[in-house]
């Protein structure tokens, strides 16, 4: 990640320097027009509850009140710069937003963002986005998250080496637990046809799969492909042809 250092000694990332002043208002605006945004952003105490209480703070170069304070500013520099690389700590626990004791929620601030972020098609978000691909493809083709054979250690080096462990034996563990889990480890539970095709009308209707083919047009097209196939069995379904 580059140096953000967002607080006393402010020092925007080489990236984004060169980005036209008026594209930065542009993207800001963007955010701030999101019809959620006035609910999510109130006033603040600089009291720093919401930075004491987040999760991402303890590992990363992060913080929700430096969001807060950003947007009361109208800090466009920094507030752009943030939505490259930043604003991808954050876990969405919401932990600020229970706490905050001006009602401000500045995780659903970070989720607009985010979604400007995608909308904007931005090449760092593109880049950090590209270990969830396979993420993205599990839960859009099986309405599922990550399935248990997904846990591999190489895959996700950052969970540490307890993974190992856990992988041994995998299925058996599996089929160990007393509730109706498919039996499988390819899928965390079953969900119904009828299911995924719900999702992908909310996906839909949304703006969900644009915005994934902005972000990657290659996993949209494999993605794709499934969801038109599993359409047209849902069709021969109910047209009661299969
Ligand atoms: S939602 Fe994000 S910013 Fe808020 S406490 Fe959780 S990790 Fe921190
Ligand atoms: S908890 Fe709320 S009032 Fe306190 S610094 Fe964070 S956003 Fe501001």
Same mark, same amino acid.
């Given at each position: 990640m580059d140096e953000h250092n967002y607080g006393y000694n402010l020092s925007i990332s +080489?990236?984004?320097?060169?980005?036209?002043w008026e594209e930065k208002v542009r993207v800001v605006e963007e955010v701030k027009s999101d019809f959620r945004f006035k609910e999510y952003l109130f006033g603040c105490l600089n009291c720093g509850v919401c930075t004491a209480s987040c999760p991402s703070n303890k590992f990363f170069d992060f913080s929700p009140r430096e969001i807060v304070q950003r947007f009361l500013e109208n800090d466009v520099e920094v507030l752009y710069d943030m939505m490259? +690389?930043?604003?991808?700590?954050?876990?969405?626990?919401f932990t600020c937003w229970i706490r905050c004791p001006f009602g401000n929620n500045p995780g659903g601030l970070v989720a607009i963002m985010r979604e400007v972020a995608v909308r904007n098609a931005f090449e760092a978000t593109k880049e950090l986005l590209k270990p969830y691909g396979r993420v993205l493809l599990k839960v859009m083709t099986?309405?599922?998250?990550?399935?248990?054979?997904?846990?591999q250690p190489d895959l996700f080096?950052?969970?540490?080496?307890?993974m190992a462990d856990i992988m041994e034996d995998l299925k058996a563990k599996r089929l160990a637990?007393?509730?109706?889990?498919?039996?499988?480890?390819?899928?965390a539970w079953e969900v119904s046809l009828e299911t995924i095709i719900e999702l992908y009308t909310i996906w839909r209707e949304t703006g969900i799969f644009e915005m994934l083919e902005k972000l990657d047009p290659n996993l949209y097209n494999v993605i794709m492909d499934i969801v038109e196939e599993n359409e047209e069995r849902y069709q021969k379904l109910y047209e009661g042809e299969e």
């Open positions: +080489e990236k984004t320097k060169m980005v036209p490259h +690389e930043y604003i991808w700590a954050c876990s969405q626990c099986t309405g599922n998250q990550l399935s248990a054979d997904m846990l080096p950052d969970w540490g080496p307890k637990i007393p509730f109706d889990i498919g039996k499988s480890v390819k899928t």
